[in-house]
């Protein structure tokens, strides 16, 4: 069982930076791959960025390429997303996720992801 559990989100301007950070219990944080999901209203929710369970890859949803950034410390138990040059179009909720698949390809659908967090705002203004 993992509990996760995001923070880090809040209102910024067109063009600023935020930091999300996705605090995880569990010895084996460093087993699971884990990515970061986005909901806006009316929207599903859609697949930003993501580590294979090896850390060893990364992908990163189109929209996100080149602006955002996916790391772990595995000694914090911690996943991060780094947002620059955000956009109104970011605007959501984000959702930190955790899975147990254990393929070296990187997974982007929602259902592969066994643990979610509760979720936190990021509302950018234009």
């Known amino acids: 069982q993992v509990q996760l559990v995001e923070s880090g989100g809040g209102l910024v301007q067109a063009g600023g930076s935020l930091r999300l950070s996705c605090a995880a219990s569990?010895?084996?944080?460093?087993?699971?791959?884990m990515g970061w999901f986005r909901q806006a209203p009316g929207k599903e929710r859609e697949f930003v960025a993501a580590?294979?369970?090896?850390?060893?890859?990364?992908y990163y949803a189109d929209s996100v390429k080149g602006r955002f950034t996916i790391s772990r410390d595995n000694a914090k138990n911690t996943v991060y997303l780094q947002m620059n040059s955000l956009k109104p179009e970011d605007t959501a909720v984000y959702y930190c996720?955790?899975?147990?698949?254990?393929?070296?390809?990187?997974?982007?659908?929602?259902?592969?992801?066994?643990?979610w967090g509760q979720g936190t705002q990021v509302t950018v203004s234009s």
């Open positions: 569990g010895r084996t944080f460093s087993s699971y791959a």
């Open positions: 580590f294979n369970w090896s850390g060893g890859s990364t």
């Open positions: 996720a955790a899975s147990r698949d254990r393929s070296y390809q990187v997974r982007v659908g929602p259902a592969y992801y066994d643990y």
